[in-house]
């Protein structure tokens, strides 16, 4: 499937890509977990939760479907895991105020990829959809944003510039396998960027040994180098937010400047970002959007079953539209569903209604080009 100039992504009605995982799911994967359930059993529970969920999507009128990352545990660490180099270890600092608080990314060793990571994930994903398939995948600035230089081999890596190096390179590899397996619509997600607007996640930063006023830069050149000489037609966007564990959140505060300039120079054809609450802030930081490029405006939000009211969304987008040409903007949920297998404090029938509230207020908008 090739995107052409009129139908590239991100679309007016779009999703972030984690989707509550269905109680048989639910009890197949703790099932597996606990011996009871073979590997091929728990993967065809997989697969057809996967085509039921993409069956949905398409219904509603959604045109990026995705898996709803049903294979995975947690949003970043599943693909984490399989690059070289890099080990799951205990969560230190921060942490939501939860229990079974998710682990950490820590260096051990060099970075590469070394073998093709879920693109079986996204050929399945594929085969059972009829619009595009969207594949979401942590970004290079995952690798680092929560344990940062303290979590990262000073032997292997006595400067950072050649950790980055490395990461850089292991991404690319990773996403032309993705692209020779027919990704056409990719996204990045990258909490970092509004981590980096809340003063005590920058105090952390500190504590773990980074200065927070160079990470916005450094996390988008990573972006750049994952991307560099990516194909014309891979469409890929770039997810950020402020913490999305069992309806919890992490981080608040407005987007500030610097952080959005740095996160704008990333090269990306567009920006999921949060704003379905007041810990956002306003819009005007949108005003550094460069021309040509998109901003999905998060206004729906994952962590409760209200559903929002239509007009609202509408004055919303009006208000964005003083900041963007509406022609450039879209509309989402702020971020997935479940962003963990936990999932979020909503069911799956409030879900659904809110991807198409979505739709609905899309095609109101663009005038019925969602």
Not at 61 to 77: I, K, S
Not at 239 to 257: I, V
Not at 344 to 369: C, F, H, P, S, Y
Request: net charge neutral.
């Amino acid at each position: 499937m090739v995107t052409t100039r009129t139908s590239r992504p991100p679309f007016h009605a779009d999703q972030v890509g984690s989707l509550l995982r269905p109680k048989e799911l639910h009890e197949a994967r703790a099932a597996a977990k606990a011996g009871r359930l073979a590997a091929a059993q728990l993967k065809a529970v997989e697969d057809r939760s996967i085509a039921q969920a993409v069956k949905k999507q398409e219904a509603i009128g959604l045109q990026a479907v995705t898996d709803g990352e049903f294979r995975r545990d947690f949003w970043h660490l599943d693909f984490l895991k399989q690059l070289d180099g890099i080990e799951l270890t205990r969560p230190v600092g921060l942490t939501f105020n939860a229990e079974d608080v998710p682990p950490m990314a820590s260096v051990t060793g060099k970075i590469a990829c070394s073998r093709p990571i879920m693109v079986e994930h996204f050929a399945y994903l594929k085969s059972v959809a009829t619009r595009m398939p969207k594949f979401t995948m942590p970004s290079p600035g995952s690798a680092h944003f929560r344990g940062g230089r303290n979590a990262i081999s000073r032997t292997l890596y006595p400067e950072l510039d050649e950790f980055w190096t490395d990461l850089g390179a292991a991404y690319r590899k990773a996403i032309g396998h993705l692209y020779d397996a027919g990704c056409r619509y990719l996204q990045l997600d990258d909490v970092g960027f509004s981590y980096l607007c809340d003063e005590k996640v920058r105090e952390n930063f500190r504590k773990n040994g980074d200065d927070p006023d160079d990470l916005p830069q450094a996390y988008a050149q990573a972006i750049n180098m994952a991307l560099e000489a990516r194909p014309q037609d891979l469409a890929v966007t770039m997810h950020t937010c402020r913490g999305n564990f069992r309806s919890t959140w992490f981080a608040a505060g407005g987007y500030q400047d610097e952080v959005v300039a740095a996160m704008f120079s990333a090269d990306v054809d567009g920006y999921f970002m949060e704003y379905d609450s007041e810990r956002a802030g306003g819009f005007e930081p949108l005003r550094l959007l460069p021309k040509g490029k998109k901003v999905v405006l998060g206004l729906v939000t994952t962590k409760s079953g209200k559903l929002e009211n239509g007009e609202s969304l509408k004055r919303r987008i009006d208000e964005a539209a003083t900041y963007v040409p509406l022609e450039n903007l879209c509309l989402s949920p702020q971020c997935g569903f479940a962003s963990t297998h936990h999932g979020n404090k909503l069911t799956e029938d409030e879900q659904w209604k809110k991807l198409a509230r979505i739709v609905e207020v899309a095609r109101d908008v663009w005038k019925g080009k969602s």
